[in-house]
């Protein structure tokens, strides 16, 4: 399968390489909403109008080199999983919170799309301007604990 159409796919294509095969396939998996265009403009300054969000296996590779069932040992996290991959349209139309919380090393801003989904998911992209696409980077999951008082 060369042309994945869902990130599920993606993740599949990604899984069936072998460590330094060649292969740099890239899914454009969701248009940047108007709404959460304006939400990251007016919190975060950066203006992200027409972008898409894009994701390549490359990157599948390197989220779960570390965050996988079998490269996960941060405090709080929890591995992530092919169903992650497939609940990110769901975080980036829809973000709890968001934030830059970096650059790149080529200078580009990082942005954080944080929302609860059976705990923690976070999907981190960057900002390309020139290319008008938020390209994924890593995500990872965190416990959900509650705060005080506040109910599960």
Known sequence: MENPITTGELYDL?????HGEDGKVALKYAKVSIEVADRIHKELGLDVHGFVHRMDEQFIR????GHDAD????????????TDYENIERVVESPDKIAVVGKTKQGLPIIQFKKQVNGHLLVLEACHDGKKYLNFVTMYKHVYE???????
């Open 14 to 18: 990604a899984h069936s390489r072998k």
């Open 71 to 82: 490269g996960e040992w941060r405090k709080a996290q929890v591995p992530i999983t092919r």
């Open 146 to 152: 509650p705060k005080k008082g506040e109910a599960r």
């Open 62 to 65: 390197h989220a779960d080199g």
